[in-house]
């Protein structure tokens, strides 16, 4: 059974509320149930403000139930009340909203009883917005302090690059040598060019290429546990690792080094499964992305995801199933974090924002959509 976690229950509250004001007023049940008197020896007015505490509490046992017992509901409910808040511009009404209910109140407990449970609702749901933390707006990544929590074992060599460091690697016996170039374009005027220099042991690439669950059968999205997170091998951790000390060496934000992972995996030729493969579809693991500096939407996707990972950063893939002419894509998502600008572009899932990554096509940044998926129907799962 799914349980909710805080910024859900704060959502149920809000939706509770919407679904109890309109039905109560709006059918109108509320007038009725005032005429009816249902429970005559409590007194008319008492009778009504128990029965609207009946109804309420009928809703938010619906809402509970369905979010409880149906965990698909669960994973679309916030990102569904988050859109409906976004689209409505119900936020910016957040304290307007909760004077005038308190106002309401007091006039209905002077005039009109009949429209006391209404102003107790909108309370709760104009309070719920009020209480709501919104983060501000910023247009340039802070300079915030390194952090965060890491995958990265002490005793791995030090990473080699044309940033960090210049000594290339000895050669070994059963390791091959993977150079890359790219560069992380930080502002429209600056450029940072990186290169790194990856030891790849070829068993361990044979190993996860041929133990590929694509193989067998068409991968499916519950798949992305297997590639993205058990696929973290040494040299996922030894490239996360360059990265950390790129970001350390040129006093970088957690914004800058998630945009560098970005335009790493971007870099990386685009092909398609059949022509690389020959397989319709086929999910690459990290290293066999590594090794064959290749592959799709997914494959780039999966990458970025472990090394993200690697990084300490919470991470959700995205697909996007095919609709009319228009192909399926994947992506993924990325927790705000501080030095992350706020942009339009976030999917709530439970509780927490994640900013759409495109890792196929070069330029997007953290929190650009191309424009052919803004509106699509995006698919979230876990890894």
Known sequence: MASLDKGEAKQ??????????????LLPLGCVLHAANLFPLLGGNASFFVCAALWYGLWLLIVTVLLRYHESLLEEFPTWVEK???????????????????????????????HFPLALAAIIAFGKLAVTKVEPRQLEPARVPYVPKRMLPEELTPATSQGPRRESPQPQEGVETKTYSWTYYRTGTESCPQSHNLLILIERYRRFRD?????????????????????????????????????QQYDWSHYDEI?????????????????SVSIAEYWRY??????????????KSILAAALLRALGYEVIMLLIPPHGDQPGHAAIGVTGTEGIPIQYHFLPYRGKRYFYCETTAEGWKVGEVPAEYRNADIRIYEV
Do not use: H
């Open 12 to 25: 149920m509250l809000f939706v509770t509320a919407l679904l109890f004001g309109a039905s109560f007023y």
């Open 84 to 114: 409906v808040i976004q689209r409505t511009g119900i936020s910016g009404l957040d304290w307007f909203g909760l004077l005038s209910a308190i106002i309401l109140l007091v006039w209905a407990a002077a005039r009109s009883f009949l």
């Open 211 to 247: 133990k590929n669950p694509s193989r067998q059968r068409q991968p499916q999205g519950p798949d992305f546990p297997e590639f993205a997170t058990n696929g973290i091998t040494s040299e996922v951790l030894e490239m996360a690792k360059y990265f950390i000390e790129a970001t």
């Open 259 to 275: 945009s560098n992972v970005i335009c790493f995996v971007q870099d990386f030729p685009y092909s398609l499964d059949e022509e």
């Open 286 to 299: 990290p290293i066999e992305s590594l090794y064959d500096e290749t592959g799709d939407c997914e494959c």
